[in-house]
């Protein structure tokens, strides 16, 4: 799965383009057209360039998954077409053979074989219902070998027409990416202070229907997509911290998941004006930071004692430009002009395919100092139970708060 976020314009950009964005009517690249507050499998962008002959040539060699991402109703008009085409086609050329002479002539003696008569023939022919030349049931075309080799190549032609059209519909009708549907994105995000550091975070999960069948090997991506027209990197990815990206960002979906993406200053959401601070100014103070702890924190990575000793010296040398302040981060997201994509991926069971879930948070669905509402319980019979009407639903939370990673037994 693969969140997108449209991070905010960012200083650099002049007047006059900031104007221009601030009075622009965004939209987003992945927009909110399923219910329960989801996103479809469509990214919205106009795509120029496609009458170069260069493009239509790649198009030809990718014509398979080209026409699979056609509409259903396409298709099917596609198919009509092309019976409906060569049917036409093999009429006329029946009509064509009749004339050559009295031998290859599916009329009777004297008489043209009529446009009504060659279509009907050669429905016949497509359609294989059995049938004699139309004057005479016993005759076969003994004494015309090409109106014999006329016959074959209708169905011949009818044979692959059939795999190839049906082929197509099949894997348009039984695509993986219906399969992503079932994967649920929360309808907002939010931004918390925790140990001094600032993680913006969304939930995610898989809907179960009859019986459960889990994604297999489902994994988590993220990016920033900057609405910025001069600016180099429009899109940047979002580096995870839960689930830690370096080890493939695997989810286990049969529960509600948080995902959590630490926004320091390597971070696309990191303000601007928080490097316009001076040198030996931590934009959050110091006294306000709680000492680092030598247990496993909330939402921190899952590390080693080696990995903790690694971080207090980077920790050192970045002391300077510790976080920023809850203000800075409030002004700069808030009239964002950018977008947080996502996008959940896994193979379905049962299937050699992959799934692919899209999802995409704007400024307008941030929630600060707030997190997710508990959505898991156990039922009176000791069954774990997961309550999807609590799954949107956030509550506020203390600004810079430390949450410790417990035992569930002590």
């Excluded at 300077?320 to 994509?341: F, G, K, N, T």
Aim: charged share 20%; net charge neutral.
């Amino acid at each position: 799965m693969a969140p997108i976020l449209q991070p905010p314009v960012h200083s650099h950009l002049h007047g006059k383009e900031m104007g221009y964005w601030q009075r622009a009517q965004l939209r987003r690249l992945v927009r909110r057209d399923y219910p329960f507050h989801q996103s479809g499998d469509k990214i919205h962008m106009h795509r120029s360039g496609w009458k170069l002959t260069e493009l239509r040539q790649i198009a030809m060699l990718d014509w398979f998954h080209v026409l699979i991402e056609w509409s259903l109703g396409g298709l099917l008009a596609l198919t009509v077409a092309m019976y409906t085409l060569l049917v036409l086609l093999f009429g006329l050329l029946y009509m064509a053979i009749d004339r050559r002479g009295e031998d290859c002539g599916l009329a009777p003696p004297g008489q043209d074989l009529s446009w009504q008569t060659a279509i009907a023939f050669s429905v016949e022919t497509f359609s294989t219902i059995g049938y004699g030349v139309p004057f005479d049931s016993t005759a076969f075309f003994d004494n015309c070998m090409v109106l014999t080799v006329a016959v074959y190549s209708q169905a011949l032609t009818f044979i692959l027409l059939n795999a190839t059209l049906l082929g197509i519909i099949f894997a348009r009708v039984g695509r993986a990416s219906t399969r992503a549907a079932q994967v649920l994105f929360s309808d907002k995000a939010t931004i918390r202070c925790v140990r001094g550091r600032f993680y913006f975070s969304f939930q995610v999960g898989e809907a179960s229907f009859l019986q459960y069948h889990p994604i297999v090997e489902a994994h988590v991506r993220a990016y920033a997509v900057l609405h910025e027209r001069a600016a180099l990197f429009q899109t940047r990815v979002l580096r995870l911290t839960n689930p830690n990206d370096e080890i493939g960002g695997m989810l286990f979906l049969a529960t509600p998941q948080l995902v959590s993406h630490r926004i320091d200053r390597w971070s696309p959401l990191f303000p601007p004006a928080c490097f316009r601070a001076r040198p030996l100014e931590p934009t959050l103070p110091l006294s306000r930071v709680p000492p680092a702890p030598l247990r496993p924190t909330f939402p921190g990575l899952v590390m080693r004692e080696d990995d903790v000793d690694a971080e207090d010296t980077i920790d050192a040398a970045l002391r300077d430009r510790r976080q920023q302040a809850e203000l800075a981060a409030r002004c700069e997201h808030a009239p964002a002009a950018a977008e947080a994509r996502h996008a959940a991926a896994g193979a379905g069971l049962g299937r050699a395919s992959c799934s692919l879930a899209r999802h995409s948070y704007m400024s307008s669905d941030l929630r600060f100092d707030a997190g997710f509402a508990p959505t898991m319980s156990i039922t009176d019979e000791g069954v774990p139970q997961v309550d999807w009407e609590e799954f949107h639903k956030t509550v506020d939370l203390p600004f810079n708060t430390s949450c410790w990673v417990g035992s569930s037994h002590s």
